[in-house]
């Protein structure tokens, strides 16, 4: 969808982007949410959400780690922070 318009599309509207989001569920949602809470503070890469599945990995190649529950995210092992010049 990237470069469409509505305009393009539809054939009525402006030409400004047209944005898609997912509608989560709200346990997953909130999942996602504290996963992402707790990658930042473990310097892991941003959480994937996926057919509902929350997904984690410790590297940006790195094997993907299912999370299914808030305690997950109690096991994880934390990475060293990487030295930014």
Known sequence: MKGQTANKLFGKG????????SLLPTPIYKLGAASRERARTLHYP???VRFNCVFMRRTLKGLLITITFADDLDHLLANQPTATK
């Open 46 to 48: 941003d959480p994937i």
């Open 14 to 21: 402006g030409d400004s982007g047209i944005y898609v989001n």
